[in-house]
């Protein structure tokens, strides 16, 4: 993974500067990721061209056989150099691998934990603190969602609900090269999802809102801030719901956000 390099011309500063000093194009965004997003990013600002030739096939991000913390901060440190030891410290108190679910067999005992902190790091927080920014920008029309949709083939490996799989509800799995799950197509366990997803989407390009033109029966998608805390579309099939954020997940994000241009991302 690549951060930002500074040429005080097209990148004057660090991305989590320019997000906080309201230095970014104010449109209309969706803007998300996947509960396990660690293992296998979406954002969609103003998508109108389909990617036919996308193949979810892509390495799993955090090696299947972390054992123990030093070979998680192993790990993070060189996704992120500038990480520090008491920020590493941190980032294992606030993932305790007893909360995590395990695998016997299949992965190493800490590889939830870290996969987990990993996917939050590059993936879900800084989708839930841009969103935010952009509320406090007075963007309203921003969207951010949780894809929650289980595949009994990934989830057997221990993989959870991977990075970027829900493009193949997006596009729809037929639209998708490589090897698309097989839930995913009709008759399959998710294929009800399919057509939920695709109504938020095309009605987000036709309108710049992923509600004006939803399937029937879809709830209305409403934006990230709440009086009671960040709330998204959580997406699950026959279950797609708002929800709010959970603490735990804000407490984390919160510090992420925190250290953010320390670590220079």
């Known amino acids: 993974m690549y951060g930002p390099t500074l040429d005080n011309d097209l990148i004057p500063d660090y991305t989590a500067n320019l997000f906080r000093d309201g230095k970014f194009q104010k449109m209309p965004t969706i803007t998300g990721d996947d509960t396990n997003g660690g293992k296998h990013r979406v954002l969609l600002l103003l998508q109108t061209k389909p990617v036919t030739n996308f193949a979810p096939k892509g390495t799993v ?142 009605s987000f390009i036709r309108s710049y809102n992923p509600n004006t033109y939803r399937l029937a029966g879809s709830p209305v998608w409403q934006t990230q801030g709440t009086s009671l805390g960040p709330a998204r579309l959580t997406f699950r099939t026959n279950a797609t719901a708002m929800a709010l954020v959970d603490q735990a997940v804000v407490r984390r994000c919160n510090y992420f956000d925190s250290i953010a241009a320390a670590i220079q991302q």
């Open 61 to 202: 991000f955090t090696p299947r056989g972390i054992a123990n913390f030093s070979q998680c901060n192993t790990f993070l440190k060189n996704n992120f150099p500038y990480i520090t030891l008491s920020q590493l410290g941190m980032i294992n108190s606030l993932y305790p691998v007893s909360e995590q679910p395990q695998f016997p067999g299949l992965v190493g005992y800490y590889f939830r934990a870290c996969a987990t902190a990993y996917g939050d790091m590059r993936y879900t927080c800084p989708g839930i603190n841009v969103t935010a920014q952009y509320q406090a920008y007075g963007v309203s029309n921003a969207w951010n969602y949780l894809w929650n949709v289980t595949d009994p083939a990934i989830a057997a490996q221990g993989l959870g609900v991977t990075h970027t799989v829900e493009l193949n509800a997006i596009f729809g799995p037929s639209n998708i090269q490589g090897s698309p799950p097989a839930s995913y197509f009709p008759g399959g366990v998710n294929a009800a999802i399919v057509p939920v997803v695709q109504g938020y989407w095309s």
